[in-house]
Structure formats: structure tokens, C-alpha cells
């Protein structure tokens, strides 16, 4: 209603008002909102009778009381702060006083009496103008209170993403110039033995060689004895030496061993562009894309749509271990969930689900599945409760106020990994029981609302097998993120179900072994945590994929993984059968 009045410019009372459309167009009064009289329409306005509703210049005032001497006539003196009604557009020199709402004008008497407006809702031209100027004064807060808070924040959230970038880059460069230094001492190192093997090569051969050759000599030696002796029997007259003489001519047509030495070779290896690269390492690939709908209003309500715009964090150079907690376990300990800041659920490898105080290290609560089986996965639901599925049983189970409840039974198929989601449904990742297929479901209490199975091309997102372990998770930007071990590989989904990517570890990893996720969960920044137990580490990358870092803090086999609302880390260690809390973010 408010929208089409054209009361637009206001003085400060409630009198007159007059349109702005009028104002331009009246010469009495389109010298930049100067008020001319009404009578002469030269002067400016200096009085004005509040019963004909006239602005009078001086001179003009007694031509107006004279005019009409019927009515009483209420000469006031004209201030600016004096309101101006609306001039009529069909009755020259009226003022409106009343707003016909089915029209959407101001009207005056005269329109009033022509019967124009019979039966019509008429507000008071006053009425009308404060609810304008109180949508006004409501548009001007939540302009100034909401959005424009929320772009600070997003010149914020992009000058942060700017910093990270520098840094992150910065220690790109670092690392890879450490690395060419280290190649570089590596090749030296190299060089320096293989250096020595040649003159160790030659010091063999030289020796070899200089034994034969003095051989030699002593037979030439020898042998110049030998012609000596030739020489003086060839001069002598006594026949009894010359009878007497033996030659050894037939021992020296023995002629020694050839020694064959063979010189050492160098060979250098054929090392094309690409293979040098690969040998060296390479570079993940960067996109820069924009999301439509990534930023969203701050309100002072708690919904997804606020928590999806967090504090931007950053990650620690040098991730640090808060405290360790020792499970009472027999065997080997498989996953971790948080209840709270203080408490976590914990299980094993036997049908027990724990609850641990964080800061105690006390045992405060045991839960035994329904079945006796031992549960594939847990996980919190934002009310609270622990969510655990039953992989023989075919179940996922809810446990509340200490009772087991079957939330969903499944036919044909099994549950492996689960998790909450925002919108306070359940995620879960299952095998076909010939354990050909895989897929995820969506749940909203027991009514399937989602399956999630093939790529564009038809073809599996998720691997398949008996062995196949999987867990999942949720992003921030509610992603489905799946922890899948069968190929060695976190696949990501969008809500939708249209793979994003799939991330398959980052060379060199830190033991120099196969990346093998075997735990996942995600933080307030949408980055996606995957536990690699292969390498003793935990995998950070962002919501696109991108590789940031290595969490190590001296891991060792971890497996389950989860996030405190204050984005600590907790990991499950599997054969150490101990819970990390570690601080990775500032």
C-alpha cells in the first residue's frame, strides 16, 4: 500500500504535504523545494491559513481574508518543519488530507463529494506516511544491521581466504625448495659413491695389473741372465763348460697369462621431462569456481544456513596433542563420536559401546547392541543420542534414554558406516548382500528419502566386497563425503548425488606407503579429515578436494575420527586402543 504514495518530501508537522511530482512541475514551488504563494505565485511562502489550507506570502494574506469573509480564517506564520499535504491531481489548490487505499491516491474533500470514492477504505494521509517511513526506517536497519554486516564479513572471509592463499603458496615454495635441496644432497651423495667405486675399481685393477707386470720384469730380468750365460759359453774354449751348459729357452717360450682388465662404465640414466616430474613430485591442480549461493545473511538464528558461513580458521604449522585417553578395550579400538566437549562414545571390536569422560579418561557408561553382534559404525545425533549400525542384523539402532531402538531394517542389504545429519537425518553407507553394489541412503527417521549409487556415466561411485570398509560423513555445505577403502579413495558427492571428486591421497605421503582411508569426519571450515592408517596420519583437504596438510603428532594405526563443536580433532588409534584429542586449527 505504502509503495505508491507520493507524499515524498515531509516537513517536520503533520499539516501540509505536497507531492513531489507537483513540486517539480509547479513553478510556485520548483526552485529546489522553495514555497511560493499560492495566491501570487512569485513570493515565497510566509504564512499559511490553517482553515482554506493556503500558503500566503504577506502581501497576499489580507487579498485571502477578504476573499471570503464567511469563514473565520486562522492566519498562521509558515515554518519549514510545517508538513504539506499532498496537492489533489484533479482539484487544483485542494490538499489531501485523507489516502484512498482500493486507488492507492490521496484524495481530498472534493474528491470525497463526487462520490468518486463511495464505499472505499480511506486511511489519514498521516497514517499512510508513518507506515512508509516505518517500512523505511525497517528496510534502513536490516540494511544496516544485517547486510551490510554480512558484506563486511564477506570482504572478511575473502581478504582471509587471500592471507591463506599467501601463506599456503609460501609454504608450497618452502617445501618445494627443501625438496630440491634435498634431491640435490641425495644426488650428491651419489655422485660422491659412485666416485668411489670407480677409484676403488681402479685401486683393484691398478694392483692387479702392477703384480703382473713385476712378473713380467722378473722374467725379462731372467732372462737377459739367461743370453749372459749363452754369451760366455759362446766365447769359451773350454769344452766342459760348453758340453756342461742347459738352456732354458723352453721354459720362457712359456709366455705368462694375459691379464684382461675391463674399464668400469658409466651409464647414466635416460630421465625424460615427465619422469623427472613424476620423480620429483608434482602439483595439484587449482580451480577457482564461484558458488551462487555460498554466502548467505547472518541473522541472530541458529539454522544450516548461518552455521554454513563460519569464523574463518587457520590451520596450526604444528598440530598438538591436547591429551591422551586410554580405552579399556581386549581387542583393537575402530571408532570414535563425539556426545560433547566433555564426553565421547567410543567402540571396539567386541558388541560394547563405551562413553568416556574427555578430560577424566573415566569410564562413565557401557551400552550392548540389541543383537549381541559387534556394531560396523557410530555415530551423535544432534539430540544426543548414539546411533549405531548392526551389519549381520541388517539394523540401524538408536539408543535412547538407555533403550535400543530399531530405526531402519533393511532386506537385501547390509549397513557399514553412518552418520547425522544437519537437518537432524541419518546418511548410511551399505553393501548388497552378495556384496556386488554399494550405495548411500538418506533417511528422515525410518522413510528412505534419497538413494546414491552411480556417476552421470552409470557407472558405481562406491566400491563393493565382502572386506570393502566405508564410513561417511557430511560437509558443512552438505556434501557426502565417504571414506571408500575398497579403492583406496574418499569419494564426494554432492546433496544432489553428483560426484564432485574423488581424492586419492597426496605423494609422497609421509611413510612412503598406499594411501588407505579408514576414517573420516569434517570441520567448521568444510574441510574433510580422513584417517590414513597406512602412513600413521590424518589427511586435511579443503571442500574441493585440495590437499592442505598432514596431521602426525606421532599417530599411530589410526582408524575413527570425529570433531568437537570447537573443531578439536579425536582419534581412534587401533591397536594402541587410545584416543587422541589434538588442536590443528587457531
Known sequence: MCDVIRVIIVREDSRHYVPQADLMMDPRTSAQDVMRCDLCETALVQMYCDTCLVNLCKACVGEHTFSDESKKHEILRFRKSTPLYPGCTSHDKERCELFCNPCHIPVCSTCLASNQHLGHELLKTMQVLEEKKEKIAK????????????????????????????????????????HGEDCHREIDKLVQKLKAEVEEMKTTQLHTLQKHLD?????????????NSMDVALDSNDTSKVFSFMSNVDEYKNLP??????????????????????????????????????????T???????????????LLDEPQTVTTIHIGYRNYLINVACLSDEEIWTRGEDNTMKLFSINQGSLLKSVRTKSGNIPHDIAVTNSGDLVYTDYDDRTVNIVKNEEIQKVIRLKNWKPRGVCSTS?????????????????????????????????DQSKPLYSSGRFS?????????LDICVDDCGVKAVVV????????????GHTPTLKNKLFCPRGITTDSQ?????????????????????????????????????????????????????????????
Not at 153 to 170: P, T, Y
Not at 493 to 504: C, D, E, I, S, W
Open 257 to 298: 697369462q694375459k691379464i684382461l682388465s675391463s674399464l668400469p662404465q658409466f651409464t647414466p640414466g635416460r630421465i625424460q621431462g615427465e619422469e623427472l616430474c613424476k620423480l620429483f613430485g608434482t602439483l595439484s591442480s587449482i580451480s577457482v569456481q564461484s558458488e551462487e549461493h555460498g554466502y548467505s545473511i547472518k
Open 493 to 504: 558427492v554432492n546433496q544432489a548425488g553428483k560426484l564432485r571428486f574423488r581424492y586419492t
Open 469 to 477: 570398509i566405508k564410513y561417511i560423513s557430511e560437509n558443512r555445505n
Open 526 to 586: 568444510s574441510h574433510i579429515l580422513t584417517a590414513d592408517g597406512n602412513n600413521h596420519c590424518v589427511h586435511i583437504i579443503d571442500q574441493d578436494g585440495q590437499f592442505l596438510c598432514y596431521i602426525d603428532c606421532g599417530l599411530s594405526e589410526p582408524w575413527g575420527l570425529c570433531i568437537d563443536t570447537n573443531d578439536n580433532l579425536f582419534v581412534a588409534q587401533w591397536r594402541k586402543k587410545q584416543v587422541k584429542k589434538i588442536k590443528y586449527q587457531q
Open 215 to 227: 712378473e713380467v720384469n722378473k722374467k725379462i730380468s731372467e732372462i737377459n741372465d739367461e743370453i
Open 423 to 455: 537437518s537432524d537425518g541419518l546418511l548410511v553407507i551399505m553393501d548388497s548382500d552378495d556384496y556386488k553394489q554399494s550405495k548411500v541412503v538418506r533417511y528422515s527417521g525410518s522413510t528412505e528419502k534419497q538413494t546414491i549409487q552411480f556417476d
Open 300 to 314: 541472530t538464528q541458529k539454522s544450516p544456513e548461518a552455521a554454513s558461513s563460519p569464523v574463518i580458521k587457520q
Open 139 to 178: 528496510e534502513k536497519n536490516e540494511l544496516k544491521e544485517i547486510i551490510y554486516p554480512t558484506y563486511q564479513g564477506i570482504v572478511s572471509d575473502v581478504q582471509n581466504r587471500m592471507s591463506q592463499l599467501e601463506k599456503k603458496c609460501g609454504d608450497l615454495s618452502t617445501a618445494i625448495t627443501k
